[in-house]
């Protein structure tokens, strides 16, 4: 670790992308002269007011912003324990955190003139937001998307197919969000000249996954206003669910430097990590590079990757942002895993109790919390990122829960 | 100080600079499509006139490669392939050739995973003269480039069309044994550079550099081999000569009985084509 992360956990990554060992830049030399233009518009749009003013404009009148910080009554008497606070992201247009990031990045790839976007998606979400704003702007849109996933989430893709977005389902390798990934990158090589590559998560080269946590840190510097307005005072954990992990930064970034706050991200542990089939790459994966950076990944003795495993697709990839994986060796955010049927379990919970159906995914961060709140005084404030809403769900629930719809 | 290379690749250009002819390099991914059958393939090689020889190193997700080479991958790794095997396959070839140089082609996770340090001094043992790794722009040289060349390990970097005047000597600094010149922005396999723009870019590269110019991605014909030897110093022909092998298997996964002869004919096919090209 260099000096200049010894004062603060905000400062990563150094200039070359790396936040300790993990993150950097590993993709094939076509692809470098437009990583680094990518990355030197971002610095320029960065310290531009005027895509500031952009950026809050389209968050405020067509996401939504700001999400709201909802007090949530009947878990917390039901956990008997510490006040359970939900940060609304679901309620964003398309229904989860992806615009936040997609609205950013939209508007970065108009700056660089680019005409054509792409984007890889696991369950579809970030698929959606992506076609959303391409809709919006008026600009093709691809959107990669592994057979097996086409398959398990049918609304989504009719939704991105809406919305005008071409889906091009992806064959090779797995059928799911890696090859996905893959495929994009492939595409991308094919036409650098015209085409943005619209990442959906704080993973890939330098400089996504800065790049995504600065657009997604919203959700955390909104919890920070809306808690000392009802609060008084900053809360005591933030708990988050973590697939590529852009809604757990979000939410924890504004609050790194504050150490006596208490940082817990939820891996999908699938069936159970002792399995084999899981999504945890930090409490089940070792470090190593894929997709453009390195990073703890699920892999087998000779740097093979293996497949995820989740009943929630969006969090059914085989890596973890870079930044987290840092985080994690570090020991700044404490990472636990939850399984399937603890999230269904959790998903069954939120819907009776608050009358909120969540994703799967929160569900994951959710169930977590049903561990923790009942041991916890009074008077600690817990807040939990309800990332995305369960529509898109409700087909793989009923399927797990044996009925036929 | 950087230990001495295994020269292989040095003399291999020397000589055929006295031939006054550019080198012929075939790609096949190691255990593809068994390893028995792979490692037939790599000890016909030579006699089929290959002059430098790609070995593919599997990786569960090549980026940067198309359909045939993606495919060449599964039926390596079906048959169990990995970098241990890989390496004992070039030591089995060293025992019948210690001219011929050979490069592993691939992506940085199986080498990471495998140890940098322990990776480089058992591939240099087993007779490996250099390396290509995709995924290892000049950004990331402190990983295993300069480790390499400090071995003695040549590192052979990727130039593309999209690398401008800026990048170029960026690209070039700590390149050795030669450049690999990619033809097209696109995967492996995929469409083809039009003969000028290929003449062109190897014309600007040896600008900044002396080292030789292989160029590489788009070449399935001997007549465009042919062509590509006529302005470069080597080409390199993967995708279209592990679709032959694609092609000799049934669908039950087993080789037929001449796919070996078969492969060793396409070769020979290139490598006529890139002896008699100038």
């Known amino acids: 670790m260099t000096d200049k992360f010894s004062n603060s956990y905000k400062s990563g990554p150094d200039k070359e992308g790396h936040f300790g060992i993990f993150g950097g830049r590993y993709v094939a030399e076509t692809l470098m002269p437009l990583i680094l233009q990518v990355e030197e518009s971002y610095a320029k749009a960065k310290s531009d007011p005027e895509f500031d003013r952009e950026l809050k404009y389209y968050l405020e009148h067509y996401v939504g912003r700001p999400s709201p910080l909802y007090f949530a009554s009947r878990l917390t008497e039901f956990f008997g324990g510490a006040k359970v606070y939900f940060k609304r992201d679901e309620l964003n247009h398309t229904g989860a955190h992806k615009i936040n990031n997609c609205i950013g990045q939209i508007l970065l790839a108009r700056r660089m003139g680019k005409k054509r976007i792409i984007a890889e998606t696991g369950a579809g979400q970030h698929g959606v937001a992506t076609a959303t704003v391409c809709a919006l702007f008026g600009l093709e849109c691809v959107i990669y998307m592994g057979a097996k996933d086409i398959e398990r989430q049918a609304p989504n893709v009719f939704r991105m197919k809406l919305l005008g977005a071409e889906v091009i389902p992806v064959k090779s390798g797995t059928s799911t969000l890696k090859d996905a990934m893959n495929e994009a990158l492939r595409d991308w090589v094919s036409s650098v000249e015209n085409t943005y590559y619209l990442i959906g998560t704080v993973a890939g080269p330098h400089p996504y996954p800065a790049m995504v946590r600065d657009f997604q840190s919203i959700i955390g510097k909104e919890v920070r206003e809306q808690i000392l307005k009802t609060e008084g005072r900053l809360p005591d954990t933030l708990v988050a669910c973590i697939g590529g992990g852009s809604n757990a930064i979000g939410l924890f970034y504004d609050f790194l430097d504050e150490a006596d706050i208490n940082l817990i991200g939820v891996e999908a542990a699938g069936h159970g990590i002792n399995t084999g089939s899981h999504a945890a790459s930090l409490n089940g994966g070792v470090p190593g590079v894929l997709h453009g950076n390195r990073t703890y990944l699920l892999q087998d003795n000779d740097g093979q990757i293996l497949d995820a495993h989740s009943i929630s697709a969006g969090l059914d990839y085989p890596g973890i942002g870079p930044e987290h994986s840092w985080l994690h060796d570090i020991g700044r955010v404490n990472y636990v895993s939850v399984q399937d049927e603890e999230a269904l379990e959790a998903f069954k919970l939120c819907s009776r109790l608050e009358g909120i159906i969540p994703a799967l995914e929160p569900a994951h961060a959710l169930s977590h919390v049903s561990r923790i709140a009942p041991g916890l005084p009074d008077n600690h404030i817990l807040v939990v990122n309800m990332c995305g809403r369960g529509d898109k769900d409700v087909f793989t629930v009923a399927d797990s829960l044996g009925v036929v719809l | ?278």
């Open chain 2, 1 to 278: 100080m950087n230990e001495a290379t295994t020269g292989r690749i040095e003399k291999k250009f020397k000589f055929l600079k006295k031939e006054g002819r550019a080198a012929f390099i075939p790609f096949i991914m190691a255990a593809d499509p068994t390893l028995d059958v792979s490692l037939e393939i790599l000890k016909g090689l030579p006699a089929a006139g290959a002059d430098i020889i790609e070995l593919g190193v599997l990786f569960s997700d090549p980026m940067a490669d198309g359909p045939a080479i993606q495919s060449a991958g599964l039926r390596a790794k079906s048959a169990g392939a990995n970098l241990h095997q890989t390496l004992s396959m070039v030591r089995e070839f060293r025992k019948v050739d210690d001219i011929t140089p050979i490069i592993l082609m691939g992506y940085y996770n199986p080498i990471y995973i495998y140890g940098n340090e322990k990776f480089l001094i058992d591939a240099k043992n087993s007779g490996v003269d250099g390396l290509i790794v995709v995924d290892l722009p000049p950004e990331e040289d402190k990983e295993l480039c300069l480790p390499s060349l400090e071995k003695g390990i040549h590192f052979i970097r990727l130039a593309t069309p999209t690398t401008d005047e800026n990048r170029i000597s960026t690209v070039l600094t700590n390149t050795s044994g030669f450049v690999y010149y990619v033809s097209i922005a696109g995967v492996t396999g995929s469409k083809s550079a039009r003969s000028d723009e290929v003449r062109a870019a190897v014309k600007n590269i040896k600008k900044y550099t002396e080292l030789p110019v292989a160029v590489g991605f788009g070449i399935k014909t001997p007549e465009q081999a042919a062509i590509v030897a006529r302005s470069a110093d080597a080409a390199v022909v993967g995708s279209a000569i592990v679709k032959v092998i694609e092609n000799n298997i049934d669908e039950t996964g087993a080789p037929s009985d001449n796919l070996v002869d078969n492969v060793l004919e396409f070769v020979s096919s290139l490598s006529r084509g890139v002896r008699e090209s100038r």
